[in-house]
């Protein structure tokens, strides 16, 4: 869109690249959150005719110019400790904003209704965590809250053309995994209903990821769709930048620099590993070890297609609410084609289970991770699937402490020894729905053991969670951050869903 916002780093140029560069402050992340004090190209001209280039001098111009972001305040803590659930209740308040209009120049996208930031470092709503807030937020009696979240979600839609990764001007080229319509099904009053009242958001969003779709010849991808070797179209996470991110600029740029291969393109795998919310994993290395031979663009991944495949089934559903019967049974024939194209590319009949598909090389890759529980959570695995994902499952990614996201230790946060929130929601209820339930119960009961306990010693709820020794979470480009929305809503739906796994505890 010619009138979409600019980022921090088009906005403040040099400026932007000689404090992101010099690490005046430790996380990236301050910086492009900060609110100017003037117009950026009054700031930059200043910045040009004064020339501050050591650290010190930097922060000091920064400081001059800018309000900088405050630390959320600490959660009080009570004389005694409340319950699990209580302190789970309590924490919608202290997550809770509101943004109607932004400051002038920040890179803050306002919204028009009240929503729950995740926590810590991320004062903003993001997408695909919000689902798994809002989870917890229908178990809280607070529907309210998921109406005005889903109402801006939709405003995002209208506005953009799309859900951006974070409700952030740095974060408008890319989206994340979409859970919109999933969100749509959490309102009262039958999915259809709801599917039907927000069709041209869900009719948008799709455009949005399957633009570049028609005509595409076989082999070739174009922003996030693939057309596979015989034709039929899948998709892939991408970034309509191919710069180093905002908020990790000097992070990015090294690793592309040392990397041997074309800048452009290792940031542009990076941004996309970002779209996945899976940043970073072992999932998206050509070498299953290391950063820098992150291809995430050559990769048709199970979790998105799964997703896609939920959503042309929610706009069916919508478009026969609505009685467009036409339009239904496009889209019902959309979603039989991808479903078939997921058999055929995505699941290894030898292995017995989904995995992701290097579609540049025309090959399976073949790595276990607990995306391959997505099929299950959106219907789209047969009975005989469901059980080989399920054997997969249980002989290599349940651990003591719930279910780890890879096998794999590298040291970044979307592998072992971590597991998280969101995965384990998708895994209990797709094991759930195919009949796997005490596999099911097993995993929530592992992970509700893990949750209950670091909450016991720490009195608070985490980001991520180590599900080896059973503690907070490590690895990854930041500090294990507390809050946290999609571990307080599925803690809290995993508790009403299993009671007595939480009496245990």
């Not at 209580?86 to 109607?100: F, G, Y």
């Not at 930031?117 to 937020?137: A, H, K, N, Q």
């Not at 309102?187 to 709801?194: F, N, S, T």
């Not at 019902?332 to 699941?347: E, K, S, T, V």
Request: glycine share 8%; net charge negative.
């Amino acid at each position: 869109m010619p009138d979409t916002p600019q980022p921090p780093q088009a906005l403040f140029a040099e400026l932007f690249v000689a404090v992101q560069t010099a690490a005046v402050y430790p996380d990236g992340k301050t910086f492009v959150d900060a609110v100017p004090r003037e117009a950026p190209e009054a700031i930059v001209a200043r910045f040009r005719a004064e020339r501050p280039d050591a650290p010190a001098s930097l922060e000091r111009f920064v400081e001059a110019h800018f309000v900088l972001p405050e630390d959320p305040p600490p959660v009080a803590a009570p004389s005694k400790q409340p319950t699990l659930s209580q302190h789970i209740d309590a924490l919608w308040r202290e997550l809770t904003r509101t943004s109607p209009s932004a400051p002038r120049w920040s890179s803050l996208l306002p919204l028009p209704r009240p929503y729950v930031v995740p926590g810590g470092r991320f004062r903003e709503i993001y997408y695909w965590d919000s689902y798994f807030t809002m989870l917890g937020l229908l178990e809280s009696g607070r529907g309210d809250l998921v109406a005005d979240m889903v109402e801006d979600f939709a405003h995002l839609i209208d506005r953009y053309g799309h859900v951006p990764n974070g409700t952030r001007t740095y974060y408008l080229s890319r989206s994340q995994p979409p859970f919109f319509f999933a969100m749509v099904g959490l309102l009262p009053g039958g999915q259809g209903a709801a599917y039907g009242r927000y069709l041209p958001q869900l009719r948008r969003e799709y455009e949005f990821w399957m633009a570049g779709a028609e005509g595409l010849a076989a082999g070739a991808a174009h922003r996030r769709v693939v057309a596979m070797p015989d034709g039929a179209i899948l998709n892939r996470y991408f970034d309509d930048r191919d710069t180093p991110r905002d908020e990790s600029w000097r992070e990015d740029s090294e690793l592309a620099r040392s990397s041997g291969r074309p800048q452009s393109q290792v940031f542009r795998d990076i941004r996309a590993a970002a779209e996945s919310g899976w940043d970073f994993s072992s999932r998206w290395f050509a070498d299953a070890r290391t950063m820098a031979s992150i291809v995430t663009t050559e990769i048709v991944p199970v979790d998105l297609n799964s997703l896609l495949f939920g959503l042309e089934n929610a706009i069916r559903e919508g478009c026969e609410h609505q009685g467009e019967q036409a339009a239904a049974a496009e889209f019902g024939r959309r979603a039989a084609l991808r479903r078939a194209a997921i058999d055929r590319y995505l699941w290894d009949s030898q292995a017995s289970v989904y995995f992701d598909y290097r579609w540049s090389e025309r090959a399976i890759i073949p790595r276990l991770s607990a995306a391959a529980v997505y099929p299950l959570f959106f219907g789209c695995a047969s009975g005989q699937q469901a059980s080989g994902v399920a054997a997969a499952v249980r002989g290599t990614l349940l651990r003591s402490g719930g279910l780890v996201t890879t096998p794999l230790v590298t040291g970044q946060q979307w592998d072992a020894p971590n597991g998280w929130a969101p995965l384990q929601w998708i895994a209990v209820s797709g094991f759930n729905r195919y009949g796997e339930r005490q596999l099911a119960e097993s995993i929530a009961r592992h992970w509700l053991g893990n949750v209950s306990r670091v909450y016991r010693e720490s009195g608070k709820l985490v980001e991520k969670y180590d599900v080896l020794t059973e503690r907070g979470g490590g690895g990854g480009e930041y500090p294990l951050q507390d809050g946290f929305g999609w571990t307080n809503g599925v803690t809290a739906r995993l508790m009403a869903l299993y009671p007595a796994a939480c009496a245990e505890h």
